[in-house]
């Protein structure tokens, strides 16, 4: 099984800096794009920022210049680091990834691709 586990959320004032994680694992071959969303209070949910296996980023105009994304191929992980917090900023923060997971038959081989979701994790940003 695949699950995505975030942590890094919390409570912050206006102004202030969170970097969140979101680490993948299981039976994993490969990761292909992977996303930070957040959901406020009585709105849809909306994508912040994603990065692409390649590295290509990209942001929502709300968030371009204040946060950036990265990832960690090595440990599976993707972070989003955000500066210059804002009251606006306040929702549940999830991963998403689509992961290529694997299968073993004596050896692995590459087995079916999903969307995964982590379980967010909540940030709260102070006036």
């Known amino acids: 099984q695949v699950q995505l586990v975030e942590s890094g959320g919390g409570l912050v004032r206006a102004g202030g800096s969170l970097r969140l994680s979101c680490a993948a694992s299981g039976n994993i071959w490969s990761i292909n794009d992977m996303a930070w969303h957040r959901q406020a209070p009585g709105k849809q949910r909306e994508l912040v920022a994603s990065?692409?296996?390649?590295?290509?980023?990209h942001y929502a105009d709300s968030v371009q210049g204040r946060f950036s994304i990265s990832r960690d191929n090595a440990k599976n992980t993707v972070y989003l680091q955000m500066n210059g917090l804002k009251v606006e900023d306040t929702a549940v923060y999830y991963c998403?990834?689509?992961?290529?997971?694997?299968?073993?038959?004596?050896?692995?081989?590459?087995?079916?691709?999903?969307?995964?979701w982590g379980q967010g994790t909540q940030v709260t940003v102070s006036s």
């Open positions: 998403n990834a689509e992961i290529q997971s694997s299968r073993f038959y004596g050896f692995y081989l590459p087995g079916q691709t999903g969307n995964y």
């Open positions: 990065i692409s296996s390649e590295s290509t980023t």
